[in-house]
C-alpha cells in the first residue's frame, strides 16, 4: 500500500511539472511574439511626417558653431513652431530666423509644410518652404500668446509662393541622423544676390539637433551665396535663451 502511495504521488508531482513546463513554455512564446511584434513595426510615412515636424519646431542657436568659426558662422537664432494643419494632414510650420541678438527683428520669415513623400519616390518625407504674404503680421508669431496669433485658417490662406522643397529619407543605422536630405541638383529659381538658383541640405540629428546649409549659383555654376565651409549647425537653446532680456524685470518681481 505505501509503494502504491508513493507511486501516485509522483505521478501527480509529474504532472504537474510538465503542465507548468507547458505554461511557461506557452508565456514565453507569446511574450517573444510580442516583442517581435513590437520591434518588426513598421513606420508609417505619417509617422516620419510627424517626427520631423516636431524636430523642426523649438528655438535653436548656432551659438557653439560660431564660438569655434567666428569667421565663417554667426550667432544665429533658428524658431519654428506649429501654424495650422492641411486638409490632407500635412504640417505647417511657421519659421523665422535672426541674429541672436536682436530676435524679435528676423530677417528670414517662412512656411515650412512636412508631409510624407509621394509613394513612387524614393524619399521618407518632403520638407517644403513657402512665402509669406504679409510678413509684418507673422514676426515672433511663436513668441505670442495664442490668441494674439493668427488662426489656422488665416494662416493656410496666407501660404504664398514655393520656394523650395527637400526630400528626406530616414537615415541608416550607425549614421549620426535621424533624417537627411536635399533639393534637386539643379536646386529651385532664386535670383537673389546674382544667384540664379540655390540648392538646400537638411539633416535631423538625434536630440531636436537641425543642420541646414542654403547655397546659390549663378548661370555659369559659380557659388554667390551661402557658406561655404559646411552646414549651419542648430541645437536646442537653453530654456533662459530667449528670456534674459527680461531678467531685471522677474528679479523686480520676485524681490
Same mark, same amino acid.
Given at each position: !500500500?505505501?509503494?502504491?502511495?508513493?507511486?501516485?504521488?509522483?505521478?501527480?508531482?509529474?504532472?504537474?511539472?510538465?503542465?507548468?513546463?507547458?505554461?511557461?513554455?506557452?508565456?514565453?512564446?507569446?511574450?517573444?511574439?510580442?516583442?517581435?511584434?513590437?520591434?518588426?513595426?513598421?513606420?508609417?510615412?505619417?509617422?516620419?511626417?510627424?517626427?520631423?515636424?516636431?524636430?523642426?519646431?523649438? $528655438?535653436?542657436?548656432?551659438?557653439?558653431?560660431?564660438?569655434?568659426?567666428?569667421?565663417?558662422?554667426?550667432?544665429?537664432?533658428?524658431?519654428?513652431?506649429?501654424?495650422?494643419? !492641411?486638409?490632407?494632414?500635412?504640417?505647417?510650420?511657421?519659421?523665422?530666423?535672426?541674429?541672436?541678438?536682436?530676435?524679435?527683428?528676423?530677417?528670414?520669415?517662412? %512656411? %515650412?509644410?512636412?508631409?510624407?513623400?509621394?509613394?513612387?519616390?524614393?524619399?521618407?518625407? $518632403?520638407?517644403?518652404?513657402?512665402?509669406?504674404?504679409?510678413?509684418?503680421?507673422?514676426?515672433?508669431?511663436?513668441?505670442?500668446?495664442?490668441?494674439?496669433?493668427?488662426?489656422?485658417?488665416?494662416?493656410?490662406?496666407?501660404?504664398?509662393?514655393?520656394?523650395?522643397?527637400?526630400?528626406?529619407?530616414?537615415?541608416?543605422?550607425?549614421?549620426?541622423?535621424?533624417?537627411?536630405?536635399?533639393?534637386?541638383?539643379?536646386? %529651385?529659381?532664386?535670383?537673389?544676390?546674382?544667384?540664379?538658383?540655390?540648392?538646400? $541640405?537638411?539633416?535631423?540629428?538625434?536630440?531636436?539637433?537641425?543642420?541646414?546649409?542654403?547655397?546659390?549659383?549663378?548661370?555659369?555654376?559659380?557659388?554667390?551665396?551661402?557658406?561655404?565651409?559646411?552646414?549651419?549647425?542648430?541645437?536646442?537653446?537653453?530654456?533662459?535663451?530667449?528670456?534674459?532680456?527680461?531678467?531685471?524685470?522677474?528679479?523686480?518681481?520676485?524681490?
Amino acid at each position: !500500500m505505501c509503494t502504491g502511495s508513493v507511486s501516485g504521488s509522483d505521478s501527480g508531482t509529474n504532472g504537474w511539472s510538465r503542465a507548468r513546463g507547458v505554461v511557461l513554455k506557452t508565456l514565453v512564446l507569446v511574450g517573444g511574439a510580442l516583442w517581435l511584434k513590437r520591434m518588426t513595426k513598421s513606420t508609417t510615412r505619417w509617422d516620419h511626417t510627424r517626427i520631423v515636424a516636431e524636430s523642426l519646431a523649438g $528655438e535653436k542657436l548656432s551659438r557653439e558653431q560660431a564660438s569655434r568659426d567666428p569667421d565663417n558662422y554667426f550667432n544665429l537664432r533658428w524658431l519654428s513652431c506649429p501654424a495650422a494643419e !492641411m486638409v490632407d494632414g500635412s504640417r505647417v510650420l511657421y519659421f523665422e530666423q535672426a541674429f541672436w541678438r536682436t530676435p524679435l527683428k528676423p530677417f528670414r520669415q517662412r %512656411f %515650412f509644410m512636412v508631409k510624407p513623400c509621394p509613394k513612387e519616390m524614393k524619399c521618407d518625407v $518632403e520638407v517644403s518652404t513657402y512665402a509669406i504674404r504679409d510678413v509684418e503680421e507673422y514676426k515672433n508669431f511663436c513668441d505670442r500668446p495664442k490668441d494674439q496669433q493668427p488662426r489656422p485658417e488665416e494662416v493656410i490662406g496666407d501660404i504664398s509662393e514655393h520656394l523650395t522643397t527637400i526630400y528626406m529619407k530616414r537615415c541608416e543605422r550607425g549614421k549620426r541622423c535621424l533624417y537627411e536630405g536635399s533639393t534637386p541638383p539643379d536646386g %529651385f529659381p532664386n535670383t537673389w544676390n546674382g544667384a540664379s538658383y540655390s540648392t538646400s $541640405e537638411l539633416a535631423v540629428l538625434k536630440n531636436n539637433e537641425i543642420h541646414t546649409w542654403n547655397r546659390g549659383y549663378d548661370d555659369d555654376g559659380n557659388q554667390v551665396w551661402g557658406g561655404k565651409g559646411g552646414p549651419y549647425e542648430f541645437k536646442p537653446a537653453p530654456a533662459s535663451s530667449f528670456y534674459d532680456i527680461l531678467s531685471p524685470l522677474k528679479t523686480s518681481f520676485s524681490a
